[in-house]
C-alpha cells in the first residue's frame, strides 16, 4: 500500500467549475498535511497547509482533513485557466511523503 | 523570500560518469533534501540532512550519496550514473525538524543519463 495515494486524473472541469481533488494516506499516526501545486516544467510550490480536522479556507481553496478516515482534499472554487497544473498531497510524519499527483485541466 | 538554487538546470552524462548535482539555501535552514520525480511516481525521497555532516536515507538511496559539509549546501552524488537515474532532481529545504515546518523547492535539475 502506497504511503499516499491520489485519484490519479487527469480531471478537467470548465473554468467557474469547483474542482474536487481527493488524498488518502495510510499512516495513522501522521500530523501533518499539505497540497503543492506544480506547473509543467516547475517545482512544486505550497498552496495549502492543514493540521486539524476539519476545513481551511484560503481564497478559492479550501483543505479539508479527516483524520479518523485519513483522508485529506482540496476543493477548488471558480477554477480558472491559470489553476492548471499538477496538484501533490504530502503528508509529513517523521518524514514528507507525496502522492503522485492529479493533473488538473481548466476548459476555458 | 526563501531561496533554494540548483546550480545546474539541464545535464547530459553519459553512463557511468560521476555526477554532482549542487544545491545552495540562503534561509540559514537546518534541514535538506533531494527527490526525484518521474512521471506517475510522485516526489520520492532520496537522502536527506537534519545538520552539517549529517545524512540519513530516504526511500530510494540506491546509487546516490550525499555531502552537507555547510550548513546552507547539500550535494548529490552519482558515483556511477546509469540511465535509471534520468529523471528531474529536486532540492528542498526546511527550518528545522518539526514536523509543520514549510519545505522549499528549488527549479530541479534534469539529468539524461546516455
Known amino acids: 500500500q502506497k504511503e ?18 481527493n488524498c488518502t494516506y495510510s499512516d495513522r499516526g501522521s500530523q501533518s498535511f499539505f ?11 505550497l498552496i495549502m497547509s492543514i493540521y486539524s480536522n476539519g476545513d481551511k479556507e484560503d481564497g ?10 485519513q483522508y ?3 476543493l477548488i472554487r ?13 503528508v509529513n510524519k517523521n518524514k514528507l511523503s507525496f502522492g503522485a499527483g492529479t493533473t488538473v485541466t481548466v476548459r476555458a | ?29 537546518e534541514n535538506m533534501f533531494w527527490y526525484r520525480q ?16 549529517m545524512k540519513e536515507k530516504g526511500d530510494i538511496p540506491e546509487g546516490y550519496s550525499v555531502s552537507r559539509e555547510k550548513k546552507e549546501r547539500f550535494s548529490l552524488i552519482l558515483e556511477s ?8 532532481y529536486l532540492c528542498a529545504s526546511s527550518l528545522n525538524g518539526g514536523s509543520g515546518n514549510t519545505i522549499y523547492f528549488g527549479e530541479g535539475s534534469w539529468l539524461t543519463v546516455v
Not at chain 1, 35 to 45: D, F, I, L, N, V
Not at chain 2, 5 to 26: A, I
Request: aromatic share 10%.
Open chain 1, 72 to 74: 485529506v482534499s482540496l
Open chain 2, 81 to 88: 550514473a546509469s540511465t535509471n537515474q534520468t529523471s528531474m
Open chain 2, 38 to 53: 518521474d512521471p506517475g511516481l510522485g516526489l520520492r525521497l532520496i537522502y536527506f540532512s537534519y545538520d552539517v555532516k
Open chain 1, 78 to 90: 471558480d477554477s480558472q485557466p491559470s489553476d492548471s497544473a499538477t496538484y501533490l498531497c504530502a
Open chain 2, 1 to 29: 523570500d526563501v531561496k533554494v538554487t540548483q546550480s545546474s538546470r539541464y545535464l547530459v552524462k553519459r553512463t557511468g560518469e560521476k555526477v554532482f548535482l549542487e544545491c545552495v539555501q540562503d534561509m540559514d535552514h
Open chain 1, 35 to 45: 497540497w503543492y501545486r506544480q506547473y509543467s516544467g516547475k517545482s512544486p510550490e
Open chain 1, 60 to 69: 478559492r481553496f479550501t483543505a479539508q482533513l479527516n483524520k479518523a478516515s
Open chain 1, 4 to 21: 499516499v495515494e491520489q485519484n490519479s486524473g487527469p480531471l478537467s472541469v470548465p473554468e467557474g467549475a469547483i474542482a474536487s481533488l
